[in-house]
């Protein structure tokens, strides 16, 4: 039984035919076998709490694992792979089908550090599902099914990880894939707008900032002060872009609103 379709333009046959094009050519992953393993923090069905399809019922893959130490890193539950349940793909699929949702979206974690993610991807493109896949832009985006859509977090420099990201990435992203910039202070706000307005990258993309809404400490947690003074609040952000008549989107956390801060599988 397939999953039954999201009503709206994530799931119209010209964007469907516009990724096939995007990824004719290319090298796509293969999607393995229902015995390859993948490291598992938790599946669960939630609120899609971000980017343009914020607010859709949505089955969440986290993936174990993730080669950056981000400053206001939210699940690190899921940084060390080494921590994951390993559960092969089939049942992966297993459990995204019994949740009965037609949207699923993989995270983590770096979803994209284990190579058998992207397998994972086109077996449930395969199925009929919808595929968000949320990379931190550790790893190269390279090999990715062109029917998912990719929603590429870019690092601040008060993340701690913007000099370790992969830029090359942006030339791979489809018209249709999201680029999402969390931010933790005012220089990180001009930053990001000097970013946009440089690369025109919302004349190619939904752009998408955030404040960040976790605690930032894994990088100043020596310096309380400093934390402080670099997180914004909503309100700040909002009028910040207002001011600047800046073409982003507002992207709160809608599922934070909803269950609150701290708690998993929500």
């Given at each position: 039984?397939?999953?039954?379709?999201?009503?709206?333009?994530?799931?119209?046959r010209?964007?469907?035919?516009?990724a096939?094009?995007?990824?004719?050519g290319?090298?796509?992953?293969?999607?393995g076998?229902?015995?390859?393993?993948?490291?598992?923090?938790?599946?669960?069905?939630?609120?899609?709490?971000?980017?343009?399809?914020?607010?859709?019922?949505?089955?969440?893959?986290?993936?174990?694992?993730?080669?950056?130490?981000?400053?206001?890193?939210?699940?690190?539950?899921?940084?060390?792979?080494?921590?994951?349940?390993?559960?092969?793909?089939?049942?992966?699929?297993?459990?995204?089908?019994?949740?009965?949702?037609?949207?699923v979206?993989?995270?983590?974690?770096?979803?994209?550090a284990?190579?058998?993610?992207?397998?994972?991807?086109?077996?449930?493109?395969?199925?009929?599902?919808?595929?968000?896949i949320?990379?931190?832009?550790?790893?190269?985006?390279?090999?990715?099914?062109?029917r998912?859509?990719?929603?590429?977090?870019?690092?601040?420099?008060?993340?701690?990880?913007?000099?370790?990201?992969?830029?090359?990435?942006?030339?791979?992203?489809?018209?249709?894939?999201?680029?999402?910039?969390v931010?933790?202070?005012?220089?990180?706000?001009?930053?990001?707008?000097?970013?946009?307005?440089q690369?025109?990258?919302?004349?190619?993309?939904?752009?998408?900032?955030?404040?960040?809404?976790?605690?930032?400490?894994?990088?100043?947690?020596?310096?309380?002060?400093?934390?402080r003074?670099?997180?914004?609040?909503?309100?700040?952000?909002?009028?910040?872009?207002?001011?600047?008549?800046?073409?982003?989107?507002?992207?709160?956390?809608?599922?934070?609103?909803?269950?609150?801060?701290?708690r998993?599988?929500?």
């Amino acid at each position: 039984m397939h999953p039954a379709p999201i009503p709206g333009n994530f799931t119209n046959r010209s964007e469907e035919s516009r990724a096939a094009s995007w990824g004719a050519g290319l090298k796509m992953a293969d999607p393995g076998s229902d015995h390859d393993t993948l490291s598992l923090s938790e599946i669960y069905a939630s609120i899609q709490g971000e980017s343009t399809l914020a607010g859709w019922p949505c089955v969440l893959v986290r993936l174990a694992g993730c080669p950056f130490r981000c400053a206001y890193c939210d699940t690190p539950e899921a940084r060390d792979e080494r921590v994951g349940q390993r559960v092969p793909i089939g049942e992966i699929v297993r459990r995204v089908r019994s949740l009965g949702l037609p949207l699923v979206e993989l995270t983590g974690g770096e979803p994209l550090a284990q190579d058998a993610a992207r397998g994972l991807a086109t077996r449930l493109l395969d199925a009929g599902y919808r595929v968000l896949i949320e990379s931190g832009n550790s790893v190269s985006i390279e090999g990715i099914d062109p029917r998912a859509r990719l929603i590429l977090d870019l690092k601040t420099p008060d993340s701690g990880m913007s000099e370790q990201q992969r830029w090359e990435n942006l030339a791979l992203l489809k018209p249709e894939d999201e680029i999402k910039i969390v931010l933790c202070s005012r220089s990180d706000y001009e930053w990001a707008r000097d970013l946009v307005l440089q690369r025109n990258l919302t004349e190619q993309h939904v752009v998408h900032f955030s404040p960040a809404e976790a605690t930032v400490t894994s990088r100043l947690e020596d310096t309380p002060s400093l934390a402080r003074r670099r997180r914004i609040t909503r309100r700040e952000l909002a009028e910040w872009i207002l001011a600047d008549r800046l073409a982003v989107r507002l992207n709160l956390q809608l599922h934070l609103w909803i269950w609150g801060r701290g708690r998993r599988g929500v």
